[in-house]
């Protein structure tokens, strides 16, 4: 029996040519993802012509920012999902500083889309769900796992770095970075 194609897996593979500032990449990348992510950025700023303004911002933060995914960290969607949710609420923002145009209705709706200071369950779900799983499996690693993950991904330190950092012998280093992004990519899945 043949394996169902990993549509993440394609996506990475787009992600890291764009990354290498292949246009084509971004080109397929856009053609398989534009169509929920305008779907996206329409919900929150409700204007077709805001919506498109967004989409196009968010494809080029893609494009320049591309190199910064960790595929360990977030399933592609969801990194550039949440790249979308940010350009929407920034225009919507830009538009309510700028004092252009506010009318009643858009008010309205910008009071619905922009976060209050104190988040509610919806905004929650969508600004953190992926910190919040990631924190939740990165709590089922050992703590010296956890800890060379975090040195690793989050101060960019290398794995001779590591080693040295926390007195351990290379390859136990190496052993444990592998094991566990494969616990995090398995716990993320499951939870997605």
């Not at 977030?74 to 500083?97: E, F, Q, T």
């Not at 209705?105 to 200071?117: I, T, Y």
């Not at 444990?176 to 899945?189: A, F, N, Q, S, T």
């Amino acid at each position: 029996m043949t394996a169902l194609p990993d549509p993440d897996a394609d996506l990475i593979a787009l992600l890291d040519r764009v990354a290498g500032r292949d246009p084509k990449a971004l080109h397929n990348l856009y053609q398989r993802t534009a169509g929920r992510f305008y779907g996206l950025a329409l919900r929150i700023v409700r204007k077709p012509e805001w919506a498109e303004d967004v989409q196009q911002e968010a494809y080029l933060t893609i494009w320049r920012s591309a190199s910064e995914y960790r595929a360990s960290l977030s399933p592609p969607m969801a990194w550039m999902g949440l790249i979308v949710r940010s350009r929407a609420l920034d225009l919507l923002r830009r538009h309510r500083a700028a004092g252009a145009g506010q009318t009643q209705a858009f008010e309205e709706d910008a009071a619905d889309a922009l976060p209050s200071a104190e988040p509610g369950p919806q905004e929650l779900a969508d600004a953190s769900e992926q910190a919040w799983l990631l924190h939740q499996c990165l709590q089922q690693l050992a703590p010296a796992q956890r800890e060379a993950l975090s040195l690793a991904y989050l101060r960019e330190l290398s794995h001779t770095e590591l080693a040295r950092q926390l007195a351990q012998p290379l390859g136990t280093i190496k052993t444990w970075i592998r094991r566990g992004l494969d616990k995090l990519r398995v716990c993320m899945e499951r939870a997605g």
